[in-house]
């Protein structure tokens, strides 16, 4: 063993320098620092029309991701929208109208700036003695040949804790990817390459990361794990390790086709799981969003569930039994969300970004991972938009029949099957 040691010590040395080495490097770009404090506790509580917006855009995301499904898919709502808020933040006009009505933003019932900062230092988690960290990082890149908007510069870093890098752009990519896997403690070990092709004709970057890493609050045995099948969704069935535990006085709420319940993580995160009944058709309730909003929605304590709520809730007992797993997702947003309707913030010459110097949206991308074990979970997720400049939009070529024209309709091979002309109309 140790022979072993000897021989692993000098890697995680130089690991470790290259590492700081990467930060160092990055430093010169920085342009301020902002503080955010962690284990905190704000006596300001969140806006419920807030939460109630991500939890809205949450669903969106999910149930559009279910029309082009993937295996085992895994995003943070919180990363996705939180950067694009920043964006949000950057422009006017119809593209500031689609990114709220991406995000749910109704300005009448919460200052969503506030919100944000209120949420990002009750999300700020350090705690060594359990286990258990929380943070979400925000940073903005600006080209060396592209201006500042100080008023932006400065909403970013106050409200979004955003650190400010700026540099010859387009070749950051290894600095792009040190900075994800510094926040994320290397959990998606993401590379330069993977950033270089996005970033080539970048002016400014948006970034978020989150990561989470939490213990049990009831801890699963490992002396209780079994390996059994898992029903698929094809029909088909595979070996999986099974965790189980047995909690008291926990909450199923059972609604139609459905059950709701969930395990505590510290600092009150809650692991929260919807599980279709055997003979339900697990698509189309994995899908429904009523029972996804119950997933988001519902207190599940022991005060119960509101009366107005349509389904049972019951209290006792209850034997957890839960698959390890390991899972991880990559997004397009920008094919993502045009095919929710957005469009203008894509579309060069179209889309306002003032204080993106009146760039575009060219693209936006998502990761995320995430595995559960007897210990607890971990999982880490980041978000990147990528603006570019923004050509001015072509003068259409105008081609109005207005005035006497020959026609014909004609095979793929070019057989003409009519032909003629329009010279006159009678008056009508």
Not at 152 to 174: R, S, V
Not at 189 to 203: H, K, P, T, W, Y
Not at 397 to 417: N, R, S
Request: hydrophobic fraction near 35%; proline fraction near 4%; charge should be negative.
């Amino acid at each position: 063993m140790k022979k072993i040691m000897m021989a692993i010590a000098p890697l995680l040395i130089l690991t470790s320098c290259a590492n700081q080495a990467s930060l160092a490097k990055l430093n010169k770009y920085a342009l301020n620092k902002p503080n955010k404090a962690f284990n905190t506790v704000q006596t300001k509580e969140l806006n419920k029309s807030y939460i109630d917006s991500l939890k809205e855009f949450s669903i969106d995301f999910l149930q559009q991701e279910s029309k082009n499904p993937t295996e085992n898919p895994v995003f943070s709502p919180m990363s996705i929208a939180t950067c694009f808020s920043m964006a949000y933040d950057a422009a006017d006009g119809e593209t500031k109208k689609e990114l709220g009505e991406l995000l749910h933003y109704d300005e009448e019932s919460f200052n969503h700036l506030d919100e944000i900062k209120n949420a990002l230092l009750r999300s700020a988690i350090n705690d060594a003695k359990k286990n258990t960290y929380l943070n979400v990082s925000q940073s903005f890149w600006i080209d060396d040949n592209s201006p500042i908007d100080e008023e932006y510069l400065k909403i970013l870093q106050d409200y979004y804790f955003a650190e400010a890098y700026q540099g010859d752009l387009p070749n950051m990519y290894n600095e792009v990817a040190d900075w994800i896997n510094d926040k994320t403690k290397h959990y998606l070990n993401v590379r330069g390459e993977d950033f270089r092709e996005m970033l080539a004709s970048a002016i400014y970057a948006l970034l978020n990361t989150v990561y989470l890493k939490s213990s049990w609050v009831n801890e699963f045995k490992e002396d209780r794990n079994y390996k059994d099948d898992f029903k698929n969704i094809d029909t088909t069935s595979s070996k999986v390790t099974y965790m189980e535990t047995k909690v008291e006085n926990s909450c199923c709420f059972t609604g139609d086709g459905y059950m709701i319940s969930s395990l505590p993580f510290e600092h009150g995160l809650e692991f929260r799981m919807l599980l279709p009944n055997d003979d339900a058709n697990y698509a189309e309730v994995l899908n429904d969003r009523t029972a996804l909003d119950n997933l988001l929605a519902l207190p599940l304590d022991k005060a119960g569930i509101p009366e107005n709520a349509s389904g049972i809730t019951n209290v006792g007992t209850v034997e957890y039994t839960i698959p390890q797993y390991k899972v991880r997702s990559k997004y397009d947003l920008v094919d993502m969300f045009r095919e929710m309707g957005i469009e203008t913030p894509f579309k060069p010459g179209y889309a306002d970004f003032p204080k993106l110097n009146g760039g575009y949206i060219s693209r936006a991308q998502h990761e995320a991972g995430f595995e559960t074990n007897n210990k607890g979970a971990e999982g880490a997720a980041y978000t990147i938009i990528v603006v570019a400049k923004s050509a001015a939009p072509e003068e259409p070529i105008y081609f109005t029949l207005d005035h006497p024209f020959a026609y014909a309709v004609t095979t793929k091979e070019g057989i003409p099957v009519f032909m003629g002309k329009v010279t006159s109309f009678a008056n009508a």
